[in-house]
């Protein structure tokens, strides 16, 4: 199965298992919870479609950046 790695400003790096429908943000309910201030409550949606990944920034108030591009 595949696995996201979060990378916080100050270096720690935690390791999620994906599921087929995962839900990032700050809010304690999201798969993935991120917590930092630019992350908003329900940021950002990953989806397993297709034999894909698929990465949607969900309304983010600062955007969803993916090896620092925005998407």
Same mark, same amino acid.
């Given at each position: ?6 990378? =916080?400003?100050?270096? %720690? /790096?935690? %390791?999620? %298992?994906?599921?087929?429908?995962? =839900?990032?943000?700050?809010?304690? %309910?999201? =798969? ?14 990953? =989806? ?7 990465? /949607? ?15």
């Amino acid at each position: 199965m595949a696995r996201l790695i979060v990378v =916080t400003p100050d270096g %720690e /790096q935690r %390791e999620h %298992e994906l599921r087929a429908i995962n =839900t990032l943000g700050r809010h304690p %309910e999201q =798969t993935v919870q991120v917590l930092d201030r630019v992350v908003s409550k329900e940021h950002a949606l990953i =989806t397993y479609s297709d034999d894909k990944y698929w990465l /949607q920034d969900i309304g983010s108030r600062n955007g969803t950046f993916v090896n620092g591009d925005q998407i």
